[in-house]
């Protein structure tokens, strides 16, 4: 019997711009792909949820600011409650962060400059549903393209929550810090792009490892309440 196609639900509010990409990665990788409206109060039938990046809401007050408060928003936070798994990219971690699922926070980069390149990431936990198809110490390169991507992190943050580092930090963020989940790990938000490097025609297949391992998890999720 062929293995279910778990249902990852990806979110689209009015300014995001990597959703798409999020959609067909996702497919491309034997999920369903389910678009996620931000007006919905709640969310279908899912395994997972990606947030993904863009300018949500034109990026005004703050980057995540207003999409904090959108319906969508509010589901994905009592999915997470649950322990429903939840990626968020880029300006998904930015919202995630605002919304209170992750700590800590995203402020302008330390180069005052918009950034859009490929990165190194040095993989620090392989025993998140978001890793698992990595090895400990492992090298990655996937893109980023941010100007709010530098992570200031609360003072009391467990080092465990630290899934990912730059190795050539593009940003400034506090400690290399490129990602980092909750505490109960079902939450993980990074500032580079996994789904804008599934394919080596893009120039690296390593988000692929990041994005296979959701999938994955959410494919044993989905059997497991079968």
């Known amino acids: ?24 990665a996702l497919a491309a990788l034997d999920a369903e792909a389910v678009p996620v409206w931000h007006e919905q109060e709640h969310l279908p039938d899912l395994d997972a949820v990606v947030v993904p990046g863009g300018f949500s809401y034109g990026d005004y007050l703050r980057c995540g600011a207003i999409a904090r408060f959108s319906p969508a928003t509010r589901a994905v936070c009592e999915f997470a409650a649950e322990g429903g798994l939840v990626l968020g990219i880029c300006n998904g971690f930015q919202i995630l962060c605002e919304a209170g ?3 800590g926070v995203l402020v302008r980069n330390e180069s005052l400059r918009f950034i859009c390149r490929d990165v190194r990431l040095r993989v620090e936990r392989n ?3 978001f890793t698992s198809r990595c090895k400990p110490g492992q090298r990655i ?8 991507g530098r992570y200031l992190p609360p003072e009391d943050l467990d ?4 899934v990912l ?3 050539d930090n593009p940003n400034g963020s506090v400690d290399d810090i490129a990602g980092v989940c909750n505490e109960a790990g079902n939450v993980l938000g990074l500032m580079p792009h996994p ?5 080596p025609l893009l120039g690296s297949d390593h988000g692929a ?4 391992s959701l999938v994955e998890a959410a494919r044993d999720r989905a059997v497991a309440v079968a």
């Open 1 to 24: 019997m062929a293995s279910p196609q778990p249902r990852v639900g990806v979110v689209t509010y009015p300014g995001s711009q990597d959703d798409r990409d999020a959609l067909w």
């Open 101 to 103: 699922l992750l700590p």
């Open 127 to 129: 025993d998140l549903p």
């Open 141 to 148: 390169v996937i893109p980023v393209k941010h100007s709010e």
């Open 159 to 162: 080092p465990r929550q630290v």
């Open 165 to 167: 580092r730059y190795v």
């Open 195 to 199: 789904e804008h490097a599934v394919d």
């Open 209 to 212: 490892l990041i994005l296979a």
